[in-house]
């Protein structure tokens, strides 16, 4: 009886080595980066550049459905999604004005969809048929133009690719609940398809000679099925200073949490949120709700605060124009920007929580700290920590001068003061006020507990 109950448990306990052994690995394995000190020289641009514009183009908008996912969750059929095609016409599209707009928004780079899970490539791919140019009454490439509009601009270029391919006869998954086959089960049905997704990566490459590739969908496979080690080398072997978002399992260059606003500054020094404006990526007539200007500002002072950049998406209509509603928040968080981006661009994440109650971000050389004041306070605003001494306050948005008092400073202890600083109302910027503190070196502070 006893000997069965043994045998019981360490089936039970090799089982659950087993599965823990499963999760650890695969845990480690997403978590997996590449080496960060390899890469910090190509990272730099990336570090001080904060705002990117992300576009969702494709198909989806002309009836304004999920973008790939409606037909993989069968919301709609594959072959209505497919009808949407006939409906892309990008009559009105005008990279120029894109690209002058996500300038005037204060981005540094733009992140465009070539190809998104429905397999519709945005190019003239010559890998197949399914394209906006071959494909569409669009008869467009939409990269290219794009492309040469940001880069006149000084903007970097960005290509958002699916790995995966909903669409494509070859590939395994197809609907929620329905694969087309099993790999293990056609090995060379899977390389067929291999073959052509890494083909046109290379073409990708070779076409627009991305700044920034933005993988997307590596969940579905393995490192290893995907071959992502060599992906990253058939870019690199061209391209060498390309930038890789972290959607290749473990080969990527920078971290992409997606619609949540980390709480604490992450690991990885680099790091980009990718958010919508409304709820949806692509155009969707009926999602109305969209977050207000003073909303993202205040996601992206979160953002920048942790050292991270935020990757803004615009849907574009199926005609090409992108919404008034998203217009509206970029020229708006653009005018933010020009009143307050000293404090934004090119600076590193701020001091740790606790010092101060909201982000703050510093200069390279540390010298100084600019603190961020969501809301619009009233009262006395206080910094608890900070050794050095301070040379001048201003509102970074309008110059005004502000003086500030030590509060509890004890002569003999190593415990710095506290500071209070009061700002005036008509001092406040509309959306998030800036304050620019000049310390008389590298910022200083003690974070302790308080003792003698
Ligand atoms: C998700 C979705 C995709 C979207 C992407 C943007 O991975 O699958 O639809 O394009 O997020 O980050």
Redesign the pocket.
């Known amino acids: 009886m006893s000997s069965v109950n043994n045998t019981d448990m360490n089936r039970l306990l090799a089982r659950t080595t087993f599965l823990l052994l499963i999760f650890f690995t695969k845990h480690t394995l997403a978590q997996k980066m590449i080496d960060a000190n390899s890469i910090r020289e190509k990272m730099q641009w990336f570090a001080d550049a904060k705002l990117g514009i ?1 576009v ?1 183009a494709g198909i989806y908008a002309v009836d304004g459905v ?4 409606s037909f993989y969750n069968k919301k709609i059929s594959h072959s209505s999604y497919m009808q949407q095609l006939n409906g892309f016409t990008l009559s009105q599209y005008n990279p120029n004005a894109w690209a002058d707009l996500f300038k005037e928004a204060g981005a540094r780079y733009a992140v465009i ?1 070539t190809k ?2 429905d397999g519709v490539a945005m190019y003239d791919t010559r890998l197949n048929k399914l394209s906006s140019v071959q494909a569409t009454p669009a008869k467009k490439d939409l990269i290219a133009p794009l492309f040469e509009a940001l880069r006149q601009r000084g903007l970097k270029a960005g290509a ?1 690719y ?1 790995l ?1 391919d909903w669409t494509h006869t070859d590939y395994p998954a197809f609907l929620r609940d329905s694969n087309r086959y099993r790999i293990p089960d056609d090995y060379n049905r899977w390389q067929r398809f291999r073959q052509f997704f890494q083909a046109q990566v290379v073409e990708i490459n070779t076409l627009f000679k991305p700044d920034l590739f ?1 993988f ?2 590596d ?1 579905e496979h393995s490192a290893e099925e995907w071959e992502a080690a060599k992906v990253r080398q058939l870019i690199l072997r061209d391209n060498p200073n390309a930038i890789i978002n972290s ?1 290749l399992q473990g080969y990527g260059d920078y971290e ?1 949490p ?2 949540n606003i980390p709480l604490s500054k992450p690991a990885y020094p680099w790091w980009e949120l ?1 958010m919508t404006i409304n709820d949806n ?2 155009y969707q007539h009926k999602d109305n709700n969209w977050k207000t200007p003073g909303e993202i500002i205040s996601i992206f002072t979160d953002v920048v605060g942790t050292g991270g950049n935020l ?1 803004l ?1 615009v849907g574009p209509k199926e005609d090409g124009t992108i919404p008034p509603e998203a217009t509206h928040v970029l020229r708006e968080l653009g005018g933010w920007n020009k009143r307050n981006g000293e404090a934004v661009f090119g600076t590193l994440a701020g001091i740790p929580n606790g010092h101060f109650y909201g982000p703050t971000t510093l200069s390279k050389d540390s010298t100084v700290l600019y603190l961020f004041l969501q809301g619009r306070p009233t009262g006395t605003l206080k910094i608890k920590g900070l050794a050095n001494q301070i040379n001048s306050i201003t509102v970074l948005g309008n110059g005004t001068p502000l003086t500030h008092k030590v509060v509890g400073k004890i002569s003999w202890s190593k415990v710095p003061g506290l500071i209070f600083i009061d700002v005036p109302q008509q001092a406040l910027d509309p959306y998030v006020t800036v304050l620019k503190l000049q310390l008389a070196g590298p910022v200083t502070l003690y974070s302790g507990t308080g003792g003698l």
């Open positions: 992300f969702h999920d973008e790939s996912w969809t998104h899970h958002y699916s995966i933005w997307d969908g969940w959607r992409t997606e619609q990718c990526w692509g990757l998406d």
